[in-house]
């Protein structure tokens, strides 16, 4: 399907009024592009380590809406944008007001990205995506072949702090552990611990996507639920949160292994919150952290009573395997 785009240059200052207009013209949806610096709670509500370098604010927006439906009158719907925004710059500077009519192709954006993600390499392990068949695949003599499909949530395994958390696992994991995964986006790494012989594993997130991801990864790689299930919950920010998974559970286990893959700004509030669920030697391996983040996840983990028994890095990256005193 082809779409046609309707751009509209204008101010920052006429963003909302003029997106507000083409909502009252029956413009369903919008895209804004400018270069206003991010807020705190933008930053905040990004959820990401690595800001985005943003060059310096003109004062010009782009607003553009995208039209699908043919029976709509393109050309008069651009004659009513462009009487509504002669009259709007009457009482607002609206900058040029410049409209520009261009087409742009209907792609499936959510599955694009499956071409650049290649089976690869982790020791013994090879990570191969779900629709590339095995044949096409070489194998090696005593490897682990796991298949992940991420879906619409994180982790195919190749970004450094997946690969982090994979070498401690290998080094930790020798075949009767119990593991809980924090923040299991696609299961990669609950799938990777049940392949290296882990008795139970048990998964949690916040976004019930990522739930859905990991059980339907864990059913590709022939994982039985008796050892691995997974819950749709919230570790730090949920008070009921360990009575919510002892329902789930039957009791409130307690783990050798507890791994998130997250971030430095939740793995700091959750090394508050993680030791009930680590058995008294139980081994806590988080990564996801920035190295700018490194000292300050360092204390958090010292604060909270643990003891570091090794850091790793990879690139940028920093990984922490840490045991409670």
């Not at 009791?251 to 009930?276: H, K």
Request: charged residues 25%; contains cysteine; proline residues 5%.
């Amino acid at each position: 399907m082809i779409w046609k785009k309707i751009t509209i240059e204008t101010t920052t200052e006429a963003e909302d009024m003029i997106s507000y207009t083409l909502g009252e013209l029956g413009v369903e949806g919008i895209e804004v592009e400018d270069k206003v610096p991010l807020s705190e709670e933008d930053k905040k509500a990004m959820y990401i380590d690595i800001l985005p370098e943003l060059p310096p604010d003109d004062g010009i927006a782009l607003i553009s809406c995208y039209i699908d439906n043919p029976e709509t009158d393109v050309d008069a719907l651009v004659k009513e944008i462009e009487t509504a925004l002669e009259d709007m710059r009457q009482y607002m500077d609206i900058g040029t007001g410049k409209i520009t009519l261009d087409e742009t192709e209907d792609k499936d954006w959510i599955n694009n990205w499956k071409e650049f993600f290649h089976p690869f390499w982790l020791n013994r392990i090879l990570i191969k995506p779900t629709w590339i068949p095995e044949s096409e695949v070489e194998r090696k003599p005593g490897d682990i072949m796991i298949e992940i499909d991420p879906g619409t949530a994180f982790g195919t395994g190749s970004h450094e702090t997946t690969k982090l958390c994979i070498e401690q696992l290998e080094k930790y994991l020798t075949g009767t552990e119990t593991v809980l995964d924090v923040g299991c986006g696609s299961g990669i790494l609950s799938i990777i611990a049940a392949k290296l012989g882990a008795a139970q594993v048990f998964g949690v997130d916040i976004d019930p996507l990522a739930v859905e991801a990991s059980v339907e990864n864990c059913h590709v790689n022939h994982i039985p639920e008796a050892q691995a299930a997974f819950m749709r919950g919230d570790v730090i920010g949920d008070a009921d949160f360990p009575e919510k998974m002892a329902r789930e559970t039957g009791s409130l286990p307690q783990y050798d292994i507890v791994v998130a893959n997250i971030l430095a700004d939740v793995i700091i509030p959750l090394s508050g919150t993680v030791a009930p669920y680590m058995k008294p030697d139980g081994i806590f391996i988080s990564s996801g952290i920035i190295n700018t983040k490194e000292e300050a996840v360092r204390q958090a983990l010292l604060d909270n009573g643990f003891e570091i028994i090794e850091t790793t890095y990879m690139k940028d990256w920093v990984c922490f395997t840490a045991k409670q005193k």
